[in-house]
C-alpha cells in the first residue's frame, strides 16, 4: 500500500508544479479534472475517475454542467466531489460577473452573448435574468438578476417588475436574457409577446433596452440582431 500512495502522491506533485509552471497549456483534459479532483477527494488517486468523467461527459465543460447525480454515478466520486465541482463553476460564473462590472462593456455582441451563453446556457429550468447597465453599457455593481425561475418549458416575467427594478438600480440600459433547456434557441410567440411588452415599458421611462437574449449551451438568439427590436 505505501508504494502505491508515494506513487500518486507524486504524481499528484508533478501535476501542481506542472500547473504553476505554464498553468494549463499542455495538461491534458483529464488532467485538469485531476487537479479539480485533488482539491475535494485528498487523499485517493484521482486519475482514474478524472479519465471516467471525461469519458462520460467529453470535456470539463461537461462535467461542470452535469447533473449532480449522474456525476455521483462515476466510480470514486461520492457525494462530496459533486457540489465541489458545483461550487467551482458558480464561482467561475461570479468572477465572470464582475469582471464585467469593472472592465468589460457589453457595447461588443460577442461579449455580451459569450457571457450569457456560459452564465444560464447550461441550466435544466428556463431562467429569466435582467443585466443592469450603465450609460457605457457596463454592469452595474451587483447587476444581474434572476427574476424568474420556470418549468424546462416557459418562465413567466412582469414588464412592470422588471422595469421597477432596473429603476431601483439607477440603470440607464437593460439587456434581457433566458434559456431554452431544450436547446432550440428560436423565440416562443410568448418571447416576442413579452419582448414587445418590456420594450414598450422601457421605452415609457427612457430606459434603452440594449438586446433580449435566448441561450441554449452552443447557440445564442440575439432580438437586436435578428431585427426584432
Do not use: C
Not at 113 to 118: A, C
Not at 128 to 135: A, I, K, R, T
Not at 182 to 191: K, L
Amino acid at each position: 500500500m505505501k508504494p502505491e500512495k508515494r506513487h500518486f502522491h507524486e504524481h499528484r506533485k508533478r501535476l501542481r508544479e506542472r500547473f504553476i509552471r505554464n498553468g494549463l497549456e499542455g495538461l491534458a483534459d483529464y488532467e485538469v479534472v485531476e487537479l479539480l479532483l485533488t482539491l475535494a477527494i485528498p487523499r485517493l488517486d484521482v486519475k482514474e475517475p478524472a479519465k471516467a468523467l471525461i469519458a462520460r461527459f467529453s470535456n470539463l465543460r461537461g462535467i461542470l454542467d452535469a447533473p449532480l447525480e449522474e456525476l455521483q454515478a462515476i466510480k470514486g466520486i461520492g457525494k462530496v466531489t459533486p457540489v465541489a465541482l458545483r461550487i467551482i463553476r458558480e464561482t467561475a460564473n461570479l468572477y465572470l460577473q464582475q469582471a464585467a462590472e469593472r472592465r468589460d462593456s457589453f457595447a461588443d455582441p460577442e461579449a455580451l452573448f459569450l457571457f450569457w451563453r456560459m452564465k444560464i446556457g447550461p441550466l435544466s429550468n428556463e431562467v429569466f435574468q435582467v443585466g443592469y447597465l450603465d450609460s457605457g453599457f457596463h454592469l452595474v455593481r451587483d447587476g444581474i438578476e434572476t427574476l424568474e425561475e420556470g418549468t424546462v418549458d416557459k418562465a413567466a416575467v412582469y414588464p412592470r417588475r422588471v422595469i421597477e427594478a432596473a429603476l431601483r438600480r439607477g440603470a440607464a440600459a437593460v439587456v434581457f436574457a433566458h434559456n431554452h433547456p431544450n436547446g432550440n434557441i428560436q423565440p416562443t410567440e410568448q418571447d416576442r409577446l413579452l419582448t414587445r411588452a418590456l420594450v414598450l415599458a422601457a421605452t415609457a421611462v427612457q430606459l434603452k433596452v440594449l438586446d433580449h437574449l435566448i441561450v441554449s449551451t452552443e447557440n445564442v438568439f440575439s432580438f437586436r440582431k435578428e431585427g426584432l427590436l
